[in-house]
């Protein structure tokens, strides 16, 4: 992957720093995405996802660009061990937050990191002695892309009642 450019990059770090405290009303209000102009069907998204992550993500977990760890409450009680890794400080303030109210930070590691920057990056799959941590996020993400085009696939396709 190309390097991002470090002004782009300071903006964007700046975005999140000052939308962290009210962040996840996005997914609340529905108004997270130009993509889906209709709250009520931002917010009916979201749920299916947040039940799809409920059911798929269990045992030790990373969460990337973990935010708010706004999936936090869906995968929390599948998994003994929980890391969250954001490059904001102000997002994992917030995800400690969360898991303090959760009252599950005993069991969450909060790393303030870029995955996309050394030690994160990883070793190139041809140099590497075994799977790296990069191929398994693969992975993960394109199961739960698959469950929810299944899932969307399904509820569009049934007749209505």
């Not at 930070?105 to 994160?120: L, N, T, Y």
């Amino acid at each position: 992957m190309p390097d991002m450019d470090s002004d782009l990059r300071q903006r964007m770090l700046a975005y999140y720093d000052e939308r962290a405290p009210e962040y996840e009303e996005a997914y609340t209000r529905g108004t997270g995405t130009a993509s889906i102009s209709d709250p009520d069907v931002f917010k009916a998204e979201t749920r299916v996802l947040a039940g799809i992550v409920g059911q798929v993500v269990q045992g030790r977990v990373m969460d990337l660009a973990c935010g708010t760890a706004d999936w936090l409450p869906e995968y929390a009680p599948h998994c003994p061990r929980i890391s969250v890794l954001d490059q904001s400080d102000r997002m994992l303030a917030e995800a400690r937050a969360k898991a303090n109210r959760l009252e599950i930070a005993d069991r969450c590691v909060f790393v303030q990191g870029d995955f996309f920057e050394p030690p994160f990056r990883g070793t190139p799959s041809s140099q590497a002695s075994g799977p790296r941590a990069t191929d398994r996020v693969a992975v993960e993400v394109h199961t739960l892309d698959r469950r929810y085009d299944a899932l969307a696939r399904s509820r569009h396709e049934r007749p209505e009642a």
